[in-house]
């Protein structure tokens, strides 16, 4: 009598990790405020609320980046049942990878590399309006 094989659990493809050549070259290209969601991740401030049924969506927004975030939250237990994002056109890059280990270092370093030239022109705006 010959054994059967039930499947096992659905495997994920292993991730693409960033190069350091690839990441170099997109750094130059990345807005500081996309390098500081990318380092330090998004700032999300709570946007909208919205009934979806027995369950809530809640919006968030990234001032920083300008990305949105979508929460489908469970209207009995608070759970979160789904999540999404949409980022601004030009945030995703396409065929770069994962970040992490030392990429995640040089990502670091460059940020604050890049700190040291002063604040943000947004940041600076935002000190002149509330003054």
Not at 35 to 42: A, D, F, G, K, L
Not at 64 to 82: A, N, P, Q, T, W
Not at 85 to 101: A, K, M
Request: glycine share 8%.
């Amino acid at each position: 009598m010959s054994e059967v094989k039930m499947p096992g659990p659905a495997r994920r493809k292993k991730a693409q990790v960033a190069t350091k050549e690839a990441l170099a070259a997109q750094m130059k290209r990345w807005t500081r405020d996309e390098m500081v969601c990318r380092t330090y991740q998004h700032r999300w401030d709570a946007y909208t609320v919205e009934p979806e049924g027995k369950n809530l969506l809640s919006t968030l927004f990234c001032a920083r980046c300008e990305s949105y975030k979508y929460e489908l939250i469970d209207g009995s237990s608070g759970h979160v049942l789904k999540r999404s994002r949409d980022y601004p056109p030009g945030y995703l890059t396409v065929g770069l990878g994962r970040i992490q280990g030392p990429r995640r270092d040089e990502l670091r370093l460059e940020t604050a590399k890049r700190f040291l030239k002063g604040p943000s022109k947004r940041h600076l705006n935002a000190v002149e309006d509330a003054g």
